[in-house]
Protein backbone atom coordinates (compact mmCIF):
# COMPACT_ATOMS: atom_id res chain seq x y z
CA UNK A 1 0.00 0.00 0.00
CA UNK A 2 1.70 3.26 -0.51
CA UNK A 3 1.28 6.39 1.77
CA UNK A 4 -0.02 9.97 1.14
CA UNK A 5 2.68 12.31 1.16
CA UNK A 6 0.33 14.22 3.85
CA UNK A 7 -2.00 12.64 6.32
CA UNK A 8 -5.90 13.17 6.23
CA UNK A 9 -8.60 12.78 8.81
CA UNK A 10 -9.28 9.66 6.83
CA UNK A 11 -6.00 7.60 6.94
CA UNK A 12 -5.53 8.82 10.26
CA UNK A 13 -8.90 7.12 11.96
CA UNK A 14 -7.92 4.31 9.78
CA UNK A 15 -4.80 3.78 10.90
CA UNK A 16 -5.90 3.99 14.59
CA UNK A 17 -8.36 1.38 13.69
CA UNK A 18 -5.41 -1.27 12.28
CA UNK A 19 -3.56 -0.40 15.35
CA UNK A 20 -6.70 -1.42 17.81
CA UNK A 21 -7.02 -4.51 15.70
CA UNK A 22 -3.44 -5.46 15.83
CA UNK A 23 -4.07 -4.79 20.14
CA UNK A 24 -6.88 -6.63 20.99
CA UNK A 25 -5.57 -6.93 24.80
CA UNK A 26 -6.28 -2.58 24.38
CA UNK A 27 -10.18 -3.01 24.58
CA UNK A 28 -11.32 -1.82 21.14
CA UNK A 29 -13.08 1.23 20.31
CA UNK A 30 -16.73 1.06 21.78
CA UNK A 31 -18.62 4.20 23.19
CA UNK A 32 -17.52 3.24 27.22
CA UNK A 33 -13.46 3.43 26.03
CA UNK A 34 -14.35 6.94 25.00
CA UNK A 35 -13.55 8.60 28.46
CA UNK A 36 -10.31 6.76 29.02
CA UNK A 37 -8.54 7.77 25.39
CA UNK A 38 -9.72 11.41 26.76
CA UNK A 39 -7.79 10.83 29.92
CA UNK A 40 -4.38 9.69 28.09
CA UNK A 41 -5.14 12.80 25.65
CA UNK A 42 -4.46 14.94 28.57
CA UNK A 43 -1.63 12.90 29.81
CA UNK A 44 0.06 12.92 26.47
CA UNK A 45 -0.09 16.80 26.61
CA UNK A 46 1.05 16.84 29.99
CA UNK A 47 4.46 15.08 28.42
CA UNK A 48 4.28 18.17 25.82
CA UNK A 49 4.23 20.34 28.24
CA UNK A 50 7.18 18.96 30.10
CA UNK A 51 9.21 18.89 27.15
CA UNK A 52 8.15 22.83 26.89
CA UNK A 53 9.21 23.35 30.56
CA UNK A 54 12.82 21.01 30.58
CA UNK A 55 14.01 21.95 27.34
CA UNK A 56 14.52 25.60 25.50
CA UNK A 57 13.26 26.84 22.50
CA UNK A 58 15.56 26.69 20.28
CA UNK A 59 16.31 23.23 20.75
CA UNK A 60 12.63 22.21 20.42
CA UNK A 61 13.09 24.19 16.98
CA UNK A 62 15.70 22.51 15.50
CA UNK A 63 16.00 18.95 14.09
CA UNK A 64 17.39 16.50 16.71
CA UNK A 65 16.61 14.15 19.26
CA UNK A 66 14.43 16.92 21.18
CA UNK A 67 12.40 17.94 18.26
CA UNK A 68 11.69 14.13 17.72
CA UNK A 69 10.78 13.79 21.38
CA UNK A 70 7.90 16.54 20.97
CA UNK A 71 6.79 15.02 18.03
CA UNK A 72 6.23 11.66 18.92
CA UNK A 73 4.34 13.16 21.83
CA UNK A 74 1.86 15.35 19.37
CA UNK A 75 1.51 12.15 17.68
CA UNK A 76 0.49 10.36 20.70
CA UNK A 77 -2.14 13.06 21.52
CA UNK A 78 -3.44 12.81 18.02
CA UNK A 79 -3.46 8.84 17.93
CA UNK A 80 -5.52 9.40 21.22
CA UNK A 81 -7.49 11.88 20.60
CA UNK A 82 -8.87 10.14 17.22
CA UNK A 83 -9.26 7.02 19.32
CA UNK A 84 -11.50 8.75 21.44
CA UNK A 85 -13.48 10.15 18.29
CA UNK A 86 -13.74 6.65 17.07
CA UNK A 87 -14.95 5.39 20.17
CA UNK A 88 -17.94 8.19 19.56
CA UNK A 89 -18.37 7.43 16.13
CA UNK A 90 -17.44 10.23 14.64
CA UNK A 91 -16.50 10.43 11.03
CA UNK A 92 -13.89 12.09 9.12
CA UNK A 93 -16.93 13.88 7.13
CA UNK A 94 -18.70 14.70 10.29
CA UNK A 95 -15.60 16.58 11.67
CA UNK A 96 -14.56 17.88 8.56
CA UNK A 97 -18.11 19.87 8.51
CA UNK A 98 -17.87 20.39 12.10
CA UNK A 99 -14.23 22.14 12.15
CA UNK A 100 -15.30 24.32 8.85
CA UNK A 101 -18.33 25.74 10.33
CA UNK A 102 -16.76 26.20 13.55
CA UNK A 103 -14.05 28.06 11.65
CA UNK A 104 -16.60 30.04 9.89
CA UNK A 105 -17.78 30.81 13.09
CA UNK A 106 -14.57 32.06 14.80
CA UNK A 107 -13.76 34.18 11.86
CA UNK A 108 -16.57 36.56 12.67
CA UNK A 109 -16.68 36.85 16.25
CA UNK A 110 -15.51 39.58 18.08
CA UNK A 111 -13.40 38.16 21.15
CA UNK A 112 -12.67 41.45 22.73
CA UNK A 113 -16.42 42.40 22.96
CA UNK A 114 -17.36 38.76 24.32
CA UNK A 115 -14.72 38.68 26.57
CA UNK A 116 -15.00 42.12 27.90
CA UNK A 117 -14.30 41.35 31.23
CA UNK A 118 -11.31 39.24 30.67
CA UNK A 119 -9.96 42.26 29.09
CA UNK A 120 -11.25 44.97 31.92
CA UNK A 121 -8.39 46.09 34.52
CA UNK A 122 -8.81 45.42 38.03
CA UNK A 123 -8.14 49.29 38.10
CA UNK A 124 -10.77 49.89 35.55
CA UNK A 125 -13.70 47.50 38.20
CA UNK A 126 -12.04 49.92 41.03
CA UNK A 127 -12.75 53.32 39.72
CA UNK A 128 -16.64 52.19 38.48
CA UNK A 129 -17.48 51.53 41.65
Known sequence: ???????????MFRLQEELQARHPEWGG?????????LLWTFEEMGE????FKKKSLE???????VRDCFL??????????SDMLLCMGVTPEELTETYRGKFRYNMQRDWVKQNAA????????????
Not at 1 to 11: F, G, H, N, R
Open 1 to 11: MEEKKILDLEE
Open 59 to 65: EMLEKGS
Open 72 to 81: KEVCDVFMYL
Open 48 to 51: IVAI
Open 118 to 129: LYTSAEEEETDE
Open 29 to 37: LPPERARNQ
